[in-house]
């Protein structure tokens, strides 16, 4: 009866279920598309972004094998996980992403790309009653992701006189 009675005092501290207004949000980020050094992306300015939007279950940035030992490092410290593909990232971000899609935890698609081939995946998404989101920065921001997704966010790249 003592463990029974330890159990039920443990489960106040663990949430059986989640509430209902709270949106758990899938994070990718094509990371040759997007963290460029002409953009002055902040990953954690992203992720509080995001976060606006609900909480940021799942936050993956995917390179290709290029990617510098130190970008790998600053992807960790900003709390991502770095997946480098040795192809095409696109093909990686898109399965990720539909794993993301079938995910019955996740609510939200959030896609920090700029690159129209991924509307097909949007639209999925959108069928399959996931939320969509799409981060992007000019120039070259898909005009149709930006009107496909359920929302859109375009970064300002200019860097202000401090960092400049």
Same mark, same amino acid.
Request: net charge negative.
């Given at each position: 009866? &003592? ?14 279920? &989640?509430?209902?207004?709270? &949106? ?6 094509? *990371?040759?598309?997007?963290? &460029? ?41 900003? *709390? ?5 593909? $040795? ?6 971000? $898109? ?29 999925? $998404?959108?069928?399959? *009653? ?5 981060? *992007? $920065? ?8 930006k009107n496909s997704a359920d929302s859109a966010i375009v970064l300002n790249t200019q ?6």
């Amino acid at each position: 009866m &003592r463990n029974l009675e330890k159990l039920s005092s443990f489960k106040q501290y663990i949430p059986l279920t &989640r509430r209902s207004n709270e &949106r758990n949000i899938g994070l990718l980020v094509d *990371g040759p598309n997007m963290l &460029r050094n002409e953009f002055h992306l902040d990953l954690e300015m992203i992720k509080e972004i995001v976060s606006e939007n609900g909480t940021i279950k799942v936050a993956k940035v995917l390179m290709n094998q290029y990617a510098s030992d130190k970008l790998i490092e600053a992807v960790v410290n900003q *709390g991502f996980t770095p997946i480098i593909v $040795a192809g095409d990232v696109d093909v990686q971000l $898109a399965v990720e992403a539909f794993e993301l899609v079938y995910n019955p935890n996740i609510d939200v698609i959030a896609l920090m790309t700029r690159n129209a081939d991924f509307l097909p995946l949007i639209n999925i $998404a959108k069928e399959n *009653g996931k939320e969509t989101m799409v981060i *992007g $920065a000019e120039p070259g921001f898909s005009v149709a992701l930006k009107n496909s997704a359920d929302s859109a966010i375009v970064l300002n790249t200019q860097p202000t006189p401090e960092t400049a």
